[in-house]
Nanobody, 121 residues
Framework: QVQLVESGGGLVQAGDSLRLSCAASGRTFSSYAVGWFRQAPGKEREFVGAISWGGTYYADSVKGRFTISRDNAKNTVYLQMNSLKPEDTAVYSC????????????????WGQGTQVTVSS
């Protein structure tokens, strides 16, 4: 069982940066892939990016602006978001699954509660 807790959301202006954290319980968390997803009001949940032993992967909409990293000693995965745009406004959630990453939210059995990111123009 893995429990995830996100933090770091907030209200920022366009062009600003924000770093989200996804803290996990579980001694084997380093073997899990972690995905970041976001959901804006009235829209479907969207894949943002993921990290696993195979590397990091990003949606085209955030590539070059967002970076995912992990600190296994702290059982934490980070989502560094730079050059934020108003269209990045959403609830951001991290999710975990054993071993390999996936862009489909249905492949992830463990989810955090989400954190709101609002980017004003």
């Amino acid at each position: 069982q893995v429990q995830l807790v996100e933090s770091g959301g907030g209200l920022v202006q366009a062009g600003d940066s924000l770093r989200l954290s996804c803290a996990a319980s579980g001694r084997t968390f380093s073997s899990y892939a972690v995905g970041w997803f976001r959901q804006a009001p009235g829209k479907e949940r969207e894949f943002v990016g993921a990290i696993s032993w195979g590397g990091t992967y990003y949606a085209d909409s955030v590539k070059g602006r967002f970076t995912i990293s992990r600190d296994n000693a702290k059982n934490t995965v980070y989502l560094q978001m730079n050059s934020l745009k108003p269209e990045d406004t959403a609830v951001y959630s991290c999710a975990a699954r054993p071993r390999w990453e996936s862009a489909s939210p249905y492949e992830y059995p463990y989810w955090g509660q989400g954190t709101q990111v609002t980017v004003s123009s």
